[in-house]
T-cell receptor, first 114, second 114 residues
Framework: AQSVTQPDIHITVSEGASLELRCNYS??????LFWYVQSPGQGLQLLLK??????LVQGIKGFEAEFKRSQSSFNLRKPSVHWSDAAEYFC????????????FGKGTRLSVIA | DTGVSQDPRHKITKRGQNVTFRCDPI?????LYWYRQTLGQGPEFLTY????????KSRLLSDRFSAERPKGSFSTLEIQRTEQGDSAMYLC????????????FGEGSWLTVV
């Protein structure tokens, strides 16, 4: 069975600074990987996904993530954070068949300070 | 709005009462998922349907939980004899079975059991 670890529960960055959120997964085969963002009291919005090919994937809102098989990681990055990026971020792992549901990490809460 | 729709958004109920949540998926999506999310945690998978068939229900939390998707369109999640521990956000998501687990979430239904 697949699993996801997000080592950082809470991160605070200054507006305009760069951001990296960590995600490590466990899965025996090639995973499908996702990042979602959740604002307080809202559902989850898909930021980006990795299925195959180029290991650096671009998403919405200026986010990108890099798949590193050797490190079992899929870290999310943004070069310059905006105050509106403050939210909860979830990494998820799925399978190629799609017959097993996505498994989510516990999330990283991002705070942005002026 | 062609996204996933959930109703009601908020529900407060007394312990022991039954509650039902409804989810309308994105219209062309044949898969529908239910997840539960408690404070500080990531979404936890409950069950999913492909068309009207419930393909996985072993993760439903107890026999008080049941879900239906009678015509392969909307779905309902019912919790009988609610307990305070059932207080959580119940998230619905949908996908195409050919999309490799790319699921799109609704805004969620908050349940508070008093």
């Amino acid at each position: 069975a697949q699993s996801v670890t997000q080592p950082d529960i809470h991160i605070t960055v200054s507006e305009g600074a760069s951001l990296e959120l960590r995600c490590n997964y466990s899965y025996g085969a090639t995973p499908y990987l996702f990042w979602y963002v959740q604002s307080p009291g809202q559902g989850l919005q898909l930021l980006l996904k990795y299925f195959s090919g180029d290991t650096l994937v671009q998403g919405i809102k200026g986010f990108e993530a890099e798949f590193k098989r050797s490190q079992s990681s899929f870290n999310l990055r943004k070069p310059s954070v905006h105050w509106s990026d403050a939210a909860e971020y979830f990494c998820a792992v799925g399978t190629r068949s799609g017959n097993t549901p996505l498994v989510f990490g516990k999330g990283t809460r991002l705070s942005v300070i002026a | 709005d062609t996204g996933v729709s959930q109703d009601p958004r908020h529900k407060i109920t007394k312990r022991g009462q039954n509650v039902t949540f409804r989810c309308d998926p994105i219209s062309e999506h044949n898969r529908l998922y239910w997840y539960r999310q408690t404070l500080g945690q990531g979404p936890e998978f409950l069950t999913y349907f492909q068309n009207e068939a419930q393909l996985e229900k072993s993760r439903l939390l107890s026999d008080r939980f049941s879900a239906e998707r009678p015509k392969g369109s909307f779905s309902t999640l019912e919790i009988q004899r609610t307990e305070q521990g059932d207080s959580a956000m119940y998230l619905c998501a949908s996908s195409l079975s050919t999309s490799g687990n790319t699921i799109y979430f609704g805004e969620g239904s908050w349940l508070t059991v008093v």
